[in-house]
């Protein structure tokens, strides 16, 4: 019920948002028609039609992305020919007179009742992409990873009740004021032709991807702060969470590219370990079940290997698993992929074999395990005692000493105290501890389904190669690409070289998940930052020269800035063609 309301509030906060704009035409366009006969059929069918859509989207994966761009395309033509209707009727004599005559009708039956008010809400829906929020962030998480449910919808639905509530009062309000300024001034015909032109401008920003691009990155900032302090006042659950943790999001609308702040599933940890038996397999172990791990101490580590937050957390649970593992603790880490890539189980046992990982590993590719324990972050810690119970858990990075802490408990609790000093671990490289305090950029994909703030002219272009170019000027964690690129669902792929990638970070530490299209190739590239060589502020994966080489599919760190987190402009060229870059992350 909590998250029902929370998802009910964060609809409602739209109303607040610039990425609301291109639908307030839509709305408008019958504000001085009576309300329950045009305004609550119009809002009922945007509200049904998004929360069926995004319901589809997040758990259909790419066939439902597909179907709805053919349904948004329908309702582009449908609200054109609205709006025509509107703004030129007389023009059915002349040349533009089949199209317009049926934009006319339109439009003339949506004001005739309920029916047709309906049907262009619905194309609403359709054309709405709210600017997803930790809320709205939330909700589209839980669809994904729970698979289709009940609850998903009915929180999708609430999501859009919020929103068509906030419209209905200023739709009321609106309809108000259009009526008295066309008593007082007589110009109604004016008004019915400016809110034809508003529908042909919105129809036209949407288009052109303006709702999800400008405003976008307009809104985010706006009321996430406030979504935030209603999710910790609301549902404390979804809330707790590192500041450092990563979440997966999938965008209701094709063209919607985002990544969430903040995610959760549908409630509480189960009391109880849950079966383990979803694994695809098992490396370092037989497979495992909770009857086997009955009397021990147990740590799941929910990781996924290109997940930098996973990589900072990784030296000390091995350091765990050595400290305490002839004391009865158990570490089992759970690999639930974020990328196709890491579904492969031969890139799998690779990363488990470079990062040094002995102890049990369970490959998650269809999350079963994930459902199970309701698991919401990458990276989560569940601690469990020596009866099998859940008595703890971390999500993201940090709190070391006092997760440690708990495994002593644990221990000493099955008969088996620790005394002495705590387990030591230093990461180094791309595992070394974030500066998270002074990182002002966010965890950033080029894939459009969850990609923002791009900045390159025109906009992406989705499935299709395309000539990009750089702008001149990238605003803070703005970025853009350069060369003949297919940008797909989640990756960007150079398709002729060279091909450049820019982005304006604030951070120590910049990292970019990459590879090769074909494996076994050596791509080439080289990193500059303000245009120069990186020098000492060079990463791992490159020398001071900026050069380096695309080997496998990981995570590559390009720059650690030796003076601490500083605004900086990154710039990656890639001599060669065949590159897949999936996202940024910072540290």
């Not at 982005?503 to 530490?509: G, N, P, V």
Request: charged share 20%.
């Amino acid at each position: 019920m909590t998250l029902l309301l929370l998802a009910y509030l964060g609809g409602a906060l739209t109303i607040l948002s610039p990425c609301i704009l291109p639908v307030l035409p839509f709305v408008f366009a019958r504000a001085d028609r009576d309300f329950l006969r045009n305004g609550a059929p119009l809002l009922l069918g945007m509200a049904i039609t998004f929360a069926a859509v995004a319901s589809l989207a997040a758990v259909g994966g790419h066939w439902a992305v597909e179907a709805n761009r053919y349904g948004r395309l329908a309702a582009l033509l449908l609200m054109t020919l609205f709006g025509l209707g509107l703004l030129w009727p007389a023009l059915a004599e002349r040349a533009l007179r089949p199209l317009v005559a049926i934009g006319a009708r339109v439009s003339q039956r949506s004001g005739e009742g309920p029916r047709g008010a309906f049907m262009i809400g619905a194309a609403t829906g359709l054309l709405w992409a709210p600017c997803a929020g930790p809320i709205l962030g939330l909700v589209l998480t839980g669809a994904a990873l729970q698979g289709p449910t009940a609850t998903g919808s009915a929180l999708l639905l609430a999501y859009a009740a919020g929103a068509a509530t906030s419209l209905a009062l200023a739709l009321v309000a609106g309809g108000r004021l259009l009526a008295g300024l066309k008593r007082a001034l007589g110009v109604g015909e004016w008004l019915r032709r400016g809110l034809g032109a508003g529908v042909l401008v919105s129809v036209a920003a949407i288009a052109l991807g303006l709702d999800t691009g400008l405003l976008t990155r307009l809104s985010v900032a706006g009321t996430t702060r406030v979504e935030q302090a209603l999710i910790e006042r609301i549902h404390p659950q979804a809330a707790e969470r590192d500041s450092g943790a990563t979440t997966m999001m999938m965008a209701a609308n094709p063209s919607m590219m985002m990544a969430a702040p903040g995610a959760a599933a549908d409630g509480a940890t189960p009391p109880e370990m849950p079966s383990l038996d979803g694994a695809v397999e098992w490396l370092n172990s037989p497979p495992l079940s909770t009857a086997d791990l009955r009397g021990k101490v147990v740590l799941v580590d929910f990781w996924t290997y290109s997940c930098i937050n996973c990589l900072r957390t990784l030296p000390t649970v091995r350091a765990w698993a050595e400290r305490y593992r002839d004391q009865g603790l158990v570490v089992i880490g759970v690999h639930a992929p974020e990328f196709a890539f890491e579904k492969d189980l031969g890139n799998v046992r690779d990363a488990v074999r470079d990062l040094g990982i002995t102890y049990p590993v369970a490959v998650d590719n269809d999350y079963r395990i994930w459902r199970a324990f309701r698991n919401r972050y990458w990276p989560a810690h569940y601690f469990v005692d020596a009866q099998g119970r859940i008595r703890h858990r971390q999500f993201g990075e940090g709190n070391h000493e006092a997760s440690e802490t708990v495994i002593r408990q644990l221990l000493s609790e099955n008969g088996r105290p620790v005394s002495g000093e705590f387990a030591q671990a230093q990461g180094q490289g791309a595992a070394l501890a974030s500066d998270a305090a002074q990182v002002g950029s966010p965890e950033t994909y080029l894939g459009y389904d969850r990609a923002e703030n791009f900045a390159s002219p025109g906009g992406a272009q989705a499935d299709v190669v395309h000539g990009y170019a750089l702008p001149r000027q990238l605003d803070l964690n703005q970025w853009g690409l350069q060369g003949r690129w297919q940008v797909e669902d989640e990756r960007a792929v150079l398709v002729e070289a060279p091909g450049r990638i820019a982005y304006r970070f604030h951070a120590r530490d910049l990292h970019l998940v990459l590879g090769p299209a074909e494996p076994g190739r050596r791509l080439r590239f080289r990193v500059t930052i303000d245009g120069h060589a990186p020098g000492v502020d060079h990463g791992v994966d490159v020398d001071a020269a900026g050069n380096g080489v695309v080997e496998g599919q990981r995570l590559y760190q390009l720059i650690r800035q030796q003076g601490g987190a500083r605004e900086r402009r990154f710039e990656i060229e890639f001599l060669d063609a065949g590159l897949q870059a999936y996202a940024f992350t910072f540290g």
